[in-house]
């Protein structure tokens, strides 16, 4: 069947280097596993990786379980530290689709001297747009459903706070960087995952000869 993937040649859709970004609730956690499938690259989640250093209880997870209970964000060095290790792993060297990182400017500015490290370069920054009602709409769904710790009324405001201050700007920092891909979240998950590959793919040309490596 057609679809928008096929725009996408397999060498250059298997190479990607895309990030999602947009605030809790957007859908980030549920697009980044589609597409990581699709482009057959690994989905990496930072806010995936401390739940799961939290549920196993090593350091990392000890130094960051109340800061996640809380909505705050883990510290840019903490954070640094996981994604470098991560992103120098051999599945990681050939693309990746992020979710949640980078989530404040000084990030967006580690990411990319990391990828200078690796000769490497991101294709995409993928922006969720989500209206708040829906977002708690969605959060307190999860809730009900036994989901997250975090998706409590007063840390989903707060998660809000901190999304608008902290990792709002990164929409201006990926439009100066022609990164930007703005995609309506607002939609079914298939409806929205149709529309990052149709954005990704739209752009092939300009990803390829951007690339670096
Ligand atoms: P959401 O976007 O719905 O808040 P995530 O799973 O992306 O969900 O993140 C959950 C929590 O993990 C965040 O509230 C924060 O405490 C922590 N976290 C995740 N990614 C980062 C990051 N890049 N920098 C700092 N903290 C992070």
Not at 146 to 152: E, L, T, V
């Given at each position: 069947m057609a679809d928008a993937a096929d725009r996408l040649s397999p060498a250059r859709a298997t190479r990607m280097r895309v990030l999602l970004f947009g605030?809790?609730?957007?859908g980030k956690g549920t697009q980044a596993a589609m597409l990581a499938q699709r482009l057959s690259v690994p989905a990496i989640s930072t806010g995936e990786m401390f739940r799961q250093a939290v549920a196993g209880g090593s350091e990392l997870g000890r130094k960051v379980e109340k800061i996640l209970a809380a909505g705050e964000l883990v510290d840019d060095a903490t954070t640094a530290e996981v994604v470098r290790a991560r992103l120098a792993q051999a599945d990681a060297r050939g693309g990746f689709v992020l979710d949640g990182?980078?989530?404040t400017l000084t990030q967006a500015a580690t990411l990319e001297e990391i990828l200078r490290t690796h000769g490497a370069a991101l294709d995409a920054a993928v922006f969720l747009e989500v209206p708040e009602r829906e977002l708690v709409r969605r959060m307190s769904g999860r809730r009900e459903q036994?989901?997250?710790?975090?998706?409590?009324p007063e840390v989903v405001s707060e998660r809000l706070r901190v999304y608008q201050e902290k990792t709002a700007p990164l929409v201006e920092h990926y439009r100066e960087l022609g990164l930007l891909r703005r995609v309506d979240?607002?939609?079914p998950a298939a409806a929205v995952g149709e529309a990052i590959l149709t954005t990704l793919g739209d752009r092939g040309d300009d990803l390829a000869s951007r690339r670096v490596v």
């Open positions: 605030p809790p609730g957007s990182y980078p989530r036994g989901g997250r710790a975090d998706d409590r979240g607002n939609r």
